[in-house]
């Protein structure tokens, strides 16, 4: 197994990207030290009466970290810390004597009313805090960054069917700052910050850039990419898009897995998967009896709308083959059913 004898640390651990990080890295044989902000490391069987008492003493959660206990693997080589991405020094243990670091925590929030402090200080102090922790670190060959293709696309350049996006793309914070483009703007400048700190610091540095990550979620708790194709299945949100970009979760943990052991990998990788309304109209038409789409000509075999083109090259250079958008649907459609999110 690649994770024998080696240790790693995922910064948000509770999260629902995290989350499969966490297991595949338990899977390959590593010994993971998970943040979370509130630990809650309890046997299964203790949490029932356990979390009647935290519910009523403190804000602590299980639901954060049942899931992660739970993990094979995780009795013997997983290790919960607390930690918060606006306390400085908060890393520090969880970081020292790791090979590598993955670090995902920063807060995902799309709504209009999110206010940009509640998203930039986290994001960006964040990552100064975790990368200065590594810095502390002589022990740890490469950070991991989950950065997004908020951080790409977004600079108010056409996004026309001629349009090939990739790696060499950056958001522009005044544009997004203009357009109230609050969380593209904290994922652009916590980027720029890893960048520069890497660099000031000599450390070894890879950031991912995912499109909207789906896929089942293992965490009880519905985070927010997970829960648009619940509004999408549920008919709260239309299908109205020329064209979704989603990748399958455990694609996106696999892809943070071999953007630490590839040692050739270096620098910005786009991880996205499009897929055209009318396909997803297919897709998701005969399970959900609510699916509402804006466009009747979503039920031809058209877009549209042109959508525009992103590279794969950098991609394919970790070895990944996505898997299909309808198998990545499906299965968050059974499992947002298993776990009550929907009773069609
Ligand atoms: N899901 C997507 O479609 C997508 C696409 C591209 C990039 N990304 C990026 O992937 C990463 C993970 O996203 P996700 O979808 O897995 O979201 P998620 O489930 O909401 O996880 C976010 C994690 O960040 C943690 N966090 C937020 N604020 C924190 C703070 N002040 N201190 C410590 N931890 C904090 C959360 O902790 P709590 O559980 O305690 O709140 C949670 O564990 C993020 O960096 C996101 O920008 C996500």
């Not at 989350?19 to 902000?37: C, D, H, I, N």
């Not at 920063?106 to 986290?122: C, G, K, M, N, T």
Request: charged share 20%; aromatic share 8%.
């Amino acid at each position: 197994m690649s994770g024998e004898g080696k240790v790693v640390a995922v910064t948000g651990a509770s999260g629902y990207i995290a989350s499969w990080l966490v297991k595949l890295l338990l899977e390959q044989g590593y010994t993971v030290r998970a943040s979370v902000r509130d630990p809650y490391a309890r046997k299964p069987m203790l949490n029932v009466i356990i979390s009647l008492f935290y519910v009523m003493h403190t804000t602590a959660d299980p639901r954060k970290t049942e899931h992660l206990v739970g993990l094979d693997g995780a009795r013997e080589r997983l290790k919960l810390f607390k930690a918060n991405l606006l306390e400085e020094g908060s890393f520090d243990a969880l970081v020292e004597g790791c090979d590598g670091v993955f670090h995902t925590a920063s807060p995902v929030l799309l709504s209009a009313h999110a206010q940009p402090e509640e998203l930039i200080e986290p994001a960006v102090k964040g990552t100064l805090n975790v990368l200065g922790s590594c810095a502390k670190a002589p022990s740890l060959k490469r950070v991991v960054i989950t950065s997004s293709l908020a951080s790409v696309v977004c600079n108010g350049k056409p996004l026309t069917s001629d349009t090939v996006v990739d790696e060499t793309w950056y958001s522009d914070p005044v544009y997004c700052e203009e357009n109230k483009l609050h969380y593209p703007l904290s994922k652009t400048l916590a980027e720029k910050v890893a960048w520069d700190f890497a660099k000031e610091h000599n450390i070894d540095l890879v950031t991912l850039h995912p499109v909207v990550v789906i896929g089942p979620p293992l965490q009880p708790i519905l985070n927010l990419s997970v829960e648009f194709v619940l509004n999408l299945l549920n008919g709260k949100t239309a299908i109205s898009e020329p064209n979704y970009r989603f990748v399958d979760v455990r694609d996106v943990a696999l892809a943070h897995v071999k953007a630490f052991e590839i040692l050739s990998a270096n620098g910005r990788y786009i991880l996205d998967g499009m897929v055209p309304n009318y396909e997803l109209f297919k897709i998701l038409h005969p399970l959900s009896p609510g699916l509402v789409t804006l466009e009747e000509k979503c039920k031809d075999d058209k877009p549209f709308a042109s959508a525009y083109n992103v590279s794969q090259e950098k991609a394919k250079s970790l070895g990944i083959s996505y898997t299909p958008v309808e198998v990545s649907l499906k299965d968050t459609f059974e499992s947002l059913r298993e776990k009550k999110f929907i009773s069609f």
